[in-house]
T-cell receptor
Framework: AQSVTQLDSHVSVSEGTPVLLRCNYS??????LFWYVQHPNKGLQLLLK??????LVKGINGFEAEFKKSETSFHLTKPSAHMSDAAEYFC??????????FGTGTSLTVIP | GAGVSQSPSNKVTEKGKDVELRCDPI?????LYWYRQSLGQGLEFLIY????????KSGLPSDRFSAERTGGSVSTLTIQRTQQEDSAVYLC????????????????????????FGAGSRLTVL
């Protein structure tokens, strides 16, 4: 069975400090992994994806994520938070088929 | 088209009425997905199409919900006898489904095995 666990439903950071959004997954196969962002009243936008190439994936807006197979994790990080990063973030796992499994989301608040 | 287009963007209806939501995927995208997002909640999977067939309908909440896709392109999600709990944003996404055995080059094609979302249809049932 496939599942995605986003360990924090809410994360709050100060502007200019690092961001860490945690995601663990379970999958019987080597999956593809994604992070999507949803700004208030907007659609979902792809931040980055991992598809069995380099384990450290760089995405848009300075975000990156590292695939750690031994820990079954795919945490999202950014060195310095910006006010515009405030949004909902979804971790997504795609096993070898065509189905995508979404985490429950992490709401990121950036404090000025 | 250039992106995934959904209509209407907003729909207000009375309890008991039927509604139709439309999704026009990116041209050439073989897979199409419907999700539902209730206020402050995550994404709830509804149904997925590969071409015109729906291998996975497991997420449809009740027999009031149905969906079809014609010509491997446009999809319509129909909700009959709407209830207040149907109020949500209905999101459509499309993807160019590339098999795992395909060449690495094929899998790196833009849009391959990546969901591209529309802006959603906000449904309010009074």
């Amino acid at each position: 069975a496939q599942s995605v666990t986003q360990l924090d439903s809410h994360v709050s950071v100060s502007e200019g400090t690092p961001v860490l959004l945690r995601c663990n997954y379970s999958s019987s196969y080597s999956p593809s992994l994604f992070w999507y962002v949803q700004h208030p009243n907007k659609g979902l936008q792809l931040l980055l994806k991992y598809t069995s190439a380099a384990t450290l994936v760089k995405g848009i807006n300075g975000f990156e994520a590292e695939f750690k197979k031994s820990e079954t994790s795919f945490h999202l990080t950014k060195p310095s938070a910006h006010m515009s990063d405030a949004a909902e973030y979804f971790c997504v796992v795609k096993p070898t088929g065509n189905q995508f499994y979404f985490g429950t989301g992490t709401s990121l608040t950036v404090i000025p | 088209g250039a992106g995934v287009s959904q209509s209407p963007s907003n729909k207000v209806t009375e309890k008991g009425k039927d509604v139709e939501l439309r999704c026009d995927p990116i041209s050439g995208h073989t897979a199409l997905y419907w999700y539902r997002q209730s206020l402050g909640q995550g994404l709830e999977f509804l149904i997925y199409f590969q071409g015109n067939s729906a291998p996975d309908k497991s997420g449809l909440p009740s027999d009031r919900f149905s969906a079809e896709r014609t010509g491997g392109s446009v999809s319509t999600l129909t909700i009959q006898r709407t209830q207040q709990e149907d109020s949500a944003v209905y999101l459509c996404a499309s993807s160019l489904a590339v098999d795992g055995w395909a060449s690495p080059r094929a899998q790196q094609v833009v849009g391959a095995n990546v969901l591209t979302f529309g802006a959603g249809s906000r449904l309010t049932v009074l």
